[in-house]
C-alpha cells in the first residue's frame, strides 16, 4: 500500500505530539524490536521509534529496515526518530481515517 504525499502530511502532523513507543539499542533491529513494532502498530497505527546510533543516516537506514520487515509505510525520518504507519486489522480500535 503506498501512501499519497497528502498522506503523508496528514500522518506527520498526526505525529507531531507522539512520543517513541518503541527504542532501538546498538544491537539493531531484533526480533523482538520487530514485536514490539508489530503489537504497536496493530494498537495504534503509527508509532514513533527511536534509534539508538550515531547518525541519522544509521536511523533512516533501520527506519526503512523495520518498515520493511513490519510492511508498514515510512512515513517520516527526523534526526534519530522514525515513523510509521500500518492500518491495522483490529475492529476494536478507531482506525485513521487518511485523506484521499
Request: hydrophobic share 40%; net charge neutral.
Amino acid at each position: 500500500m503506498a501512501i499519497t504525499g497528502k498522506q503523508v502530511r496528514q500522518l506527520r502532523s498526526m505525529a507531531n505530539n507522539l512520543k517513541p513507543t518503541v527504542i532501538v539499542g546498538k544491537e539493531g533491529v531484533t526480533a523482538n524490536i520487530l514485536k514490539q513494532v508489530n503489537e504497536g502498530l496493530e494498537a495504534h497505527e503509527l508509532i514513533k521509534v527511536s534509534v539508538l546510533c550515531e547518525t541519522g543516516s544509521q536511523a533512516a537506514e533501520a527506519g526503512r529496515e523495520i518498515a520493511d520487515q513490519a510492511e508498514a509505510e515510512l512515513v517520516q525520518v527526523i534526526g534519530k526518530r522514525v515513523v510509521l504507519y500500518r492500518e491495522t486489522s483490529r475492529d476494536d480500535i478507531e482506525k485513521i481515517q487518511l485523506v484521499k
